[in-house]
């Protein structure tokens, strides 16, 4: 029997493959140029955004998993996925840097083939931000003529993100978060409590049993550190590129990046820092 045709288990080489498997011809047949004439830094721009996309992908299927730990009170494998959540932001906060090889003369050549398109438009982008605890019902008017995105997003926004099943397994383990915090609108953006600052303030003074919750909240300081790293390269590419322009889409560019900023997921985890409450 010849290579091509030898058995491993029940997989026959000449049925599956690497192209097959990962559907490579598909893949690769997806990068379509729009400017005329063909500019070369098109390729490159579309490749980093498409490959963005597969990453958020990605984010979003290990938040779920994450998201099923928290509900089991499983903090080890908790742990587990955000190791793996950090490495990938590491990734794309490197990737995004390529960006930086274009002058703004090379993005400028094909930057009208782009028409309106703008990263309002990443549906998954919103995805993680609602996930993990951002929601903002503005961003809907950016999906209305796309109804199964909406759908996606509107979805996103009404389950209780990450920072809700945190507070929830906080109570589950027998810390004293208040209930009108438990079954608020999660549809509406969160709204900081004194009352959990306390109990995570306590958590971090007197460990004790409970270290473990302490190292889950350093990890989500991470994450939330990463994502905050993730959107300064972003302005800095941007303003590398751009300047002070528009966006495109009509976006307000740099200047509405920068208003993101200041946003955290995990509002509590960090006011602990504060003089008043750190001792």
């Keep these: 029997m010849s290579e091509r045709h030898q058995d491993y288990g029940n997989l026959q080489i000449d049925e599956l493959n690497y192209n097959s498997y990962l559907n490579i011809p598909e893949l690769t047949s997806l990068q379509q140029l729009r400017s005329e004439p063909r500019h070369h830094d098109e390729m490159f721009f579309i490749v980093i955004h498409q490959s963005f996309e597969l990453w958020f992908k990605e984010v979003l299927h290990e938040i779920d998993l994450l998201a099923k730990h928290l509900d089991e009170g499983n903090v080890s494998r908790v742990l587990k996925v955000l190791k793996r959540i950090h490495a990938i932001l590491t990734c794309l906060t490197q990737q995004i840097q390529l960006l930086g090889t274009l002058t703004p003369k090379e993005f400028s050549g094909f930057r009208e083939a782009l028409g309106t398109g703008s990263g309002f438009q990443s549906v998954q982008f919103r995805e993680i931000e609602f996930a993990l605890g951002l929601r903002d019902a503005w961003f809907f008017q950016f999906f209305k003529s796309h109804p199964d995105e909406l759908a996606r997003l509107q979805a996103r926004c009404e389950q209780p993100s990450v920072y809700d099943k945190l507070l929830k397994t906080l109570k589950n383990i027998g810390h004293d978060i208040p209930d009108e915090v438990l079954n608020r609108d999660f549809a509406e953006p969160y709204v900081m409590n004194d009352k959990v600052v306390e109990v995570i303030n306590d958590i971090y003074d007197a460990p004790q049993e409970n270290y473990h919750m302490v190292l889950l909240f350093e990890a989500l300081i991470d994450l939330d550190t990463m994502w905050s790293n993730w959107r300064s390269v972003h302005i800095l590419m941007v303003s590398r590129t751009i300047g002070a322009k ?34």
Excluded at 247 to 276: C, H, K, M, Q, Y
């Design 246 to 279: 528009k966006g495109t889409g009509g976006s307000a560019g740099a200047d509405f990046l920068e208003s993101r900023l200041p946003l955290r997921f995990f509002p509590e985890i960090w006011e602990v820092r504060n003089s008043e409450w750190t001792k």
